[in-house]
């Protein structure tokens, strides 16, 4: 079962993340994190141009391409194999962080979403989560809670983070349109416990023991 937990930049996922670890190994679940972008050796070298290259000129379209690249590699080399070995695959984000930031947050047209979900899902060979959690956060209040410096996707601005949140609603409102599996909003300005809390009581009935 393919879980991933999605959401704006500082929305406290680092956090749930580790709240969803712990739970998954006190299950003794056999269990795999990965992160998107990473993960591979190629999924780390284009993590590194993404966030961290300041000095190279990316253009939008090739920005969605190298994050479409990355997921490509991570579905072949990790999350495909340990599905097929039933493993619970949790990864920290997915195609709907492409969906939102290069989709939605760019002001892309009905058409060009539709293109980045079919797109995504094909170079993802198809495998897309059973259960996303969206960690949904206004950016004023995410942004006060990062502390270090901002890296090359987290410098782009208030106006661009705004979108994202905003695109986060969208998308998971046309979730019936492009999405698959089931996506779970949870209101990320309430406490981590309280956060966990309902992210909880999805796996509680959906992930075997
Ligand atoms: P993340 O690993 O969550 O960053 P951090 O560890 O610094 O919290 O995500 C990396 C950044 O890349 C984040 O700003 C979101 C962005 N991103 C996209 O723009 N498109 C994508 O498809 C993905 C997966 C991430």
Known sequence: ??????????????????????????????????????DTDLGEAVRDILLHRNDLAICPKTELALFMASRAQLVHEKIKPALENGQVVLVDRYLLSTVVYQGYAVGSTDEEIEWIWRMGKYLAGGIMPAITFVLDCPSQVAFE????????????????????????????????????????????????????????SVLEDRVAR
């Open 1 to 38: 079962m393919l879980i991933t937990i999605d959401g704006g930049d500082g929305s406290g996922k680092g956090k749930q993340i580790d709240f969803l670890r712990a739970w998954l190994a006190n299950r003794q679940l056999d269990y795999v994190f990965l992160r998107d972008p990473g």
């Open 145 to 200: 809670r990062i502390n270090r410096t901002k890296d090359r996707m987290e410098s782009k601005g208030s106006d661009f983070h705004r979108r994202v949140a905003e695109g986060y609603r969208q998308a998971v409102s046309d979730w019936g349109k492009y999405g698959s599996g089931e996506v779970y909003l949870i209101d990320a300005t309430l406490s981590p416990d309280e956060v966990f809390a309902e992210i909880r």
